[in-house]
DNA sequence: TTCTAACAATTAAACATTTAACTATTACTG
DNA sequence: CAGTAATAGTTAAATGTTTAATTGTTAGAA
């Protein structure tokens, strides 16, 4: 094997990485725009995630909601302190384990998720009108799949 | 239809949006953490994919860097800031548009590149170690495909 | 019971990202 | 040629991310 070949073979992956990460950019960009025309205009797509974490929940603390967006504990300080501030959740200490917090919606945060529904119908219908939901679901799983290989490693 | 299915339907592409944060997130752990128990441990991941950019073209002024990094153009400043700090490239106005900065690799720059075959190899073939090479290529054109669709709206 | 280990959240520092506005430069139109 | 439009890169402000260290709290072991 030349040189040549052996620095095209190892570049294999670079396809895949960038069809991934422009998935994730696309995905990020259509929910920004939308949300951004909505009635949750105050809301950026990273705040939005928790949101939805916490409309299909109603509360959860800080670690858990940083595990469901898969973000880190530290990310999720100022994440929470921006949604304070803009009254959608409340913070308070846990009683029954203090080292935790307890997020909750407040009723302005509850209000926001009525406006979620058509903007993920209208997601879910572009991939639709696009590919047939059986790809749809084998791409999700082959990529669970490759998470789960990559992320013992 | 009752609220319950709507609301059910609207959320399907959930496992699949879930599925692509995953793997980015996997993908750039992956590289940072071998990134950084590599000879190029000042390097950022974010910096890495600048670089591999330069060690395929030798030199691109900033638009091309941006646009080949699927980045936004005011972020590639601080970057690439921080990669001339550590004097693996450098900025120069181009004569021929005065617009325009060419961004080239140093000696030092350069250098590096060695160090990245070993860790592509190493990641195609663990996705190679889960899936066989034709699925992979599906995943990557299907990926496309959806942002393709997804971007222009 | 005491001590150690583990855990949640925060902090600091460095890095990164986005939007809108701006400046300098170049291209294009009339 | 003059004026307008488009372009590359930078800036400011706000937001977000990561790592390591820290503090306070709880769990577990001896």
Known sequence: MTEDEFSH????????IDAVIGMRLAIKQFYHQRIRKSEMSDLTYEMFQVMVVLWNKREANQQDLANAVQKNKASLTPLIDNLCK???????????DRRNNVIR?????KLYERYIHPIQKEFYE????????????????????????????
Do not use: C, M, Q, Y
Request: proline share 2%.
């Open 126 to 153: 572009l991939l639709l009108s696009e590919i047939d939901e059986e790809d749809l679901n084998a791409v999700t799983r082959i990529l669970n799949k490759l998470v789960g290989r990559v992320s013992t490693e």
């Open 86 to 96: 803009r009254d959608l959740v409340t913070r308070s200490t846990d009683a029954n």
């Open 9 to 16: 073979d190892s570049a294999h992956a670079r396809p895949f």
């Open 105 to 109: 919606l407040t009723e302005k945060g």
